[in-house]
């Protein structure tokens, strides 16, 4: 009960309100808008948080990283465009929903379920907190060099039919976190003793570049094209009952939210996946999945928005990111000094469940703002690609020049953003080289500290957590080549048959 008043407390001011305020409104906009999304919203906005304090910049991260996927929610059902990527499984039951003229019904489903998954994954990770805080404590240097790479394994994999590329971006990313000064001896490494790189390269530059600044150039080398919205009528509270009677799909949805949220590497793309996967072979009527099934968009939007609050687990508990978002998050607590990772749960455990019941009152305030105001929202698609691409490309180069005031930051923006651009008209993915970078410096530091303590390779993994982290690697890495092998077989087989 002390834990819980200690929170309260921290959340208990007119700042962590505004913030709140403002992470939850905002993100519900940047998710309304095709082809913006988080990334490049969190993206901009990192230097301004750096110079709040920790729990108002992440509360502010955190507002638009769980809010966005509730407004992406509105372009998916009534123009069939996702405002988040997140969000395109959506496009399957609720467009459907709207050509019948159903629109205000899937919007209110789609938001109710989204909340049902959001408060679920809190709760559920509250109760939660308390075996964190036992856990925690058994990861010593070993174990978290181990968690590091399985968290890199998981993304590399996660990349079906792009496996191979998607390691070399890894790859790439654990690169560009070599340059510099190196953080033990403070050697200067791939420097070639020039002033310009002896610094390194700044995470925000690369997210900047690679998210926000790439945008910029898709949206304004695409045309902008003409959209017709449908006319809302009525309210929106009916989704609240209709939820109701669904309950084994969205618990199960939310479960498997939770629990693939946790796992890094894996995030929102699997849990709806897998949760509407279920619900189709479960349903009474599986005929009705992709023409408007009111299940189906359940399981879609259950499942997404149970993942942010689980996605926080490994970066308090371990200090380990699971995909890009959370990634660029780390960069707020270490600015101001906040290590994650099994310290925080014994030192700052009122920090820990201050976060988590902020995402519980940032889904209350959105859905509150949803069910008052779809209606305006409504209007936000509609706004020109090439307004959106101006916009984002004077923000982002105004944030980078404000970390310190750097024209050489500026120069290295533009070209990672232009890197950025051409990955994502080759359709290349991007995160791994965020995740290179931050996990990356992660295993150097704690690979150094760990072999300090050990002698032989036996050594490194005779601890129960590192032995099973070590089991559960090579598991991937056996069921990723017996995959490979696979579907090269079939490849091969098919070539034949060709001939």
């Given at each position: 009960?002390?834990?819980?008043?200690?929170?309260l407390e921290i959340l208990m001011r007119w700042d962590v309100a505004l913030a709140l305020l403002t992470g939850s409104v905002g993100g519900v906009l940047i998710g309304a808008i095709p082809g913006v999304g988080p990334a490049v919203a969190i993206a901009i906005l990192l230097p301004a948080t750096f110079s709040m304090e920790p729990i108002v910049g992440l509360t502010v991260l955190l507002g638009i990283y769980g809010s966005s996927m509730y407004g992406g929610a509105i372009p998916a059902i009534l123009i069939n465009t996702p405002g988040t990527a997140v969000n395109a499984l959506t496009t399957y039951d609720g467009y459907p929903m709207t050509v019948r003229g159903e629109p205000r019904r899937a919007l209110s489903l789609a938001y109710s379920a989204s909340f049902f998954g959001g408060v679920f994954s809190v709760v559920c990770l509250i109760l939660f907190a308390p075996v964190l805080a036992k856990v925690a404590p058994l990861f010593g240097s070993r174990e978290i060099f181990l968690a590091a790479l399985l968290g890199l394994i998981l993304v590399v994999v996660a990349h079906r039919g792009q496996a191979l590329i998607a390691g070399v971006?890894?790859?790439?990313?654990?690169?560009?976190?070599?340059?510099?000064?190196?953080?033990?001896?403070?050697?200067?490494?791939?420097?070639?003793?020039?002033?310009?790189?002896?610094?390194?390269?700044?995470?925000i530059v690369v997210v900047l570049g690679l998210f926000a600044l790439s945008q910029a150039f898709v949206l304004l080398t695409d045309e902008d094209k003409?959209?017709?919205?449908?006319?809302?009528?009525?309210?929106?509270?009916?989704g609240l009952r209709e939820l109701a009677r669904h309950p084994r799909v969205a618990g199960v949805s939310a479960g498997?939210?939770?629990?693939?949220?946790m796992i890094p590497g894996v995030g929102e793309f699997t849990a709806q996946f897998m949760s509407y996967t279920y619900a189709q072979r479960t349903s009474n009527r599986p005929e009705d999945f992709g023409r408007g099934s009111s299940e189906g968009l359940i399981a879609a939007e259950t499942a997404n928005n149970a993942v942010p609050a689980a996605a926080m687990v490994p970066l308090l508990a371990l200090g380990i990111p699971g995909?890009?978002?959370?990634?660029?998050?780390l960069s707020v607590f270490y600015v101001h000094n906040v290590v994650p990772g099994p310290g925080l749960f014994q030192t700052r455990m009122d920090f820990v469940v201050a976060l988590y019941l902020a995402l519980l009152i940032l889904n209350l305030l959105v859905l509150v703002f949803l069910l008052g105001a779809t209606t305006q929202l409504v209007k936000v698609v509609k706004i020109p690609n090439r307004f959106l691409g101006i916009a984002i490309l004077t923000l982002s180069f105004v944030g980078v020049y404000s970390l310190r005031n750097s024209a050489t930051d500026c120069m290295l923006v533009a070209g990672f953003g232009l890197l950025g651009f051409v990955l994502k008209r080759l359709s290349l993915p991007v995160v791994p080289i965020i995740l290179g970078m931050v996990l990356g410096g992660i295993m150097e530091v704690k690979l150094r500290a760990a072999m300090a303590r050990v002698k032989t390779?036996?050594?490194?993994?005779?601890?129960?957590?590192?032995?099973?982290l070590f089991v559960v690697i090579l598991l991937v890495l056996a069921v990723q080549l017996r995959r490979g092998w696979i579907e090269g077989r079939a490849l091969r087989a098919a070539m034949r048959d060709e001939r």
């Open positions: 009960m002390d834990l819980l008043v200690s929170a971006m890894a790859g790439f990313g654990i690169f560009l976190q070599t340059i510099g000064m190196e953080p033990v001896k403070y050697t200067q490494r791939y420097t070639f003793e020039t002033q310009v790189l002896s610094g390194g390269i700044d995470l003409t959209i017709h919205t449908t006319q809302l009528r009525g309210g929106l509270f009916q498997l939210g939770v629990v693939m949220g995909e890009a978002l959370t990634a660029m998050m390779p036996w050594d490194f993994i005779d601890r129960p957590v590192a032995f099973l």
